[in-house]
């Protein structure tokens, strides 16, 4: 069965770094591009980045631009979220999703997996 477990959330401080990580199982990973999302406190799911199933397209919510990275190695069946220069309203539980096509969207319905998420909170 599909599995999407995150790890790498914490507690991090404003400016600071922290990298995501999404080990995927039981799908052939290379096939079907990889987003992550965020619901902050009180607040809705926000579909924050994605990556095309082969690496070369990468595309990111306004919000985050500039300071996250996503990429995935296809060898290890992973994806990632490299965030940097990190702001208080990042905090939130990250979601990691597969999708059900091999082009990113930003539509949350168009991914059919998702992990049990990782958090993220950034307080000095």
């Known amino acids: 069965q599909v599995q999407l477990v995150e790890s790498g959330g914490g507690l991090a401080q404003p400016g600071g770094s922290l990298r995501l990580s999404c080990a995927a199982s039981?799908?052939?990973?290379?096939?079907?591009?990889m987003s992550w999302a965020r619901q902050a406190p009180g607040k809705g799911l926000e579909w924050v980045s994605g990556i095309n199933a082969d690496g070369s397209d990468t595309v990111y919510t306004n919000s985050v631009k500039g300071r996250f990275t996503i990429s995935r190695d296809n060898a290890k069946n992973t994806v990632y979220l490299q965030m940097n220069s990190l702001k208080p309203e990042d905090t939130a539980l990250y979601y990691c999703a597969k999708s059900g096509i091999r082009i990113v969207t930003m539509r949350l319905n168009d991914y059919d997996y998702w992990g049990q998420g990782t958090q993220v909170t950034i307080s000095s």
């Open positions: 039981g799908f052939t990973f290379s096939n079907y591009a």
